[in-house]
């Protein structure tokens, strides 16, 4: 079965740095979304993207979020300037067109960022 | 607004007993509702989801979970519950506005014991 893909699986990084996470969504899908978890708590929307560009955002993703689809199969979120509350689980998603709101999301593994 | 609420934090049950959890939901239209597991450390599993039809939806690993509009409520069943059951379990639900973005549950966390 396809699936989502998320490199890399832990990154540690200091405040203040940028990090990169990448996600190669399943290929024929054309929704992308990132999501976070803080330890402990729930699964929050941070960004939905579609058509190349994003078509909701919460109010987590300021400025010092972006999200990215360089070529035709990577989907990245890129956090400016890290902050310590930044560290998470970041999940990313996709999903079809064809279902309508009941077309399942697949989630990927996840990467857990630490900002020390 | 949409939004999920699973009233209960944590639930312990013991192995071979049954398991029901509960979620309420709060959406203007038809609900898309879906059920994910995570193990400690892990990504999302989905475990099933309903968006018409039969209210009661089967799901993988031995779990079904029945629709009430009425009540607005997706509770999650299970007959009999195995250790490699014990994970942390979150409800949700996708709205059709904007991207179909997902809205979590808290979730709640099940302890199995021997």
């Known amino acids: 079965e396809p699936e989502v893909t998320q490199t890399p699986s832990h990154q540690v990084t200091q405040m203040g740095q940028e990090v990169i996470l990448r996600c190669v969504p399943i290929?024929?899908?054309?929704?992308f979304y990132w999501y976070r978890q803080i330890l402990g708590q729930k699964v929050e929307f941070l960004v939905s993207?579609?058509?190349?560009?994003?078509?909701?955002k919460s109010e987590i993703f300021d400025d010092q979020f972006s999200v990215e689809r360089p070529d035709g199969s990577n989907f990245t979120l890129k956090i400016r300037s890290t902050k310590l509350e930044d560290s998470a689980m970041y999940f990313c998603?996709?999903?079809?067109?064809?279902?309508?709101?009941?077309?399942?999301?697949?989630f990927g593994p996840g990467t857990r960022l630490l900002v020390l | 607004a949409q939004s999920v609420t699973q009233p209960d934090i944590h639930i312990t049950v013991s192995e071979g007993a049954s398991l029901e959890l509960r979620c309420n939901y709060s959406?203007?239209?038809?609900?898309?509702l879906f059920w994910y597991v995570q193990s400690p450390g892990q990504g999302l599993q989905l475990l099933l989801k309903?968006?018409?039809?039969?209210?009661l939806v089967q799901g993988i690993k031995g779990f079904e979970a029945e629709f009430k509009r009425s009540q607005s409520s997706f509770n999650l069943r299970k007959p009999s519950v195995h250790w490699s059951d014990a994970a942390e379990y979150f409800c949700a639900v996708v709205g059709e506005a904007g991207g179909f973005k997902t809205i979590f549950g808290a979730g709640t966390r099940l302890f199995v014991k021997a």
């Open positions: 959406y203007g239209a038809t609900p898309y």
């Open positions: 290929s024929n899908h054309l929704y």
């Open positions: 993207f579609y058509n190349n560009e994003i078509s909701e």
């Open positions: 998603a996709s999903r079809g067109t064809s279902g309508g709101a009941g077309e399942t999301q697949y």
């Open positions: 309903y968006f018409s039809g039969d209210t």
